[in-house]
């Protein structure tokens, strides 16, 4: 039997080294680009799983959801959608979601991430 963890990632927890305050808007992001900064930078600085390192990959997620958002509105102002933007919608829309998992942005790298809501038994509904 093999040793490898093929298909299983490893949890991802609290870096030592976490920023505590989200850093500015990088300039040269376009408008949905820095949206998506916006939106995600407080979660992703309340999990403590964001350093200095990783603010390259933040950005280049922000970039491909803003290149996502950025062509579809290209597509929907044309009469006849161009088949080739869609393709490269398509192939945006996939890097920003491998991009998004390794920073905890999609349902199950949360999970990985351990960003689930605290086991409080008192306040949850469906807790037995």
């Given amino acids: 039997m093999s040793t490898h963890l093929r ?30 900064w916006k939106r995600i930078m407080p979660q992703l600085i309340a999990r403590q799983i964001i350093t200095k390192a990783d603010l390259s990959g933040v950005e280049n997620y922000c970039m491909a959801m803003g290149a996502v958002r950025q062509i579809a509105d290209a597509m929907a102002a044309m009469p006849v959608p161009d088949l080739k933007l869609g393709g490269l919608q398509i192939r945006y829309a996939q890097t920003a979601r491998q991009l998004a ?17 605290p086991d409080d038994d008192e306040d949850d509904p469906l807790a037995v």
């Fill in 7 to 36: 298909g299983i990632k490893p949890p991802i927890s609290a870096d030592a080294e976490a920023l505590t305050k989200a850093p500015p808007v990088p300039k040269h992001l376009g408008t949905h680009a820095k949206a998506e």
């Fill in 101 to 117: 998992a390794e920073y905890g942005l999609t349902p199950t790298s949360r999970a990985r991430v351990g960003a689930a809501l």
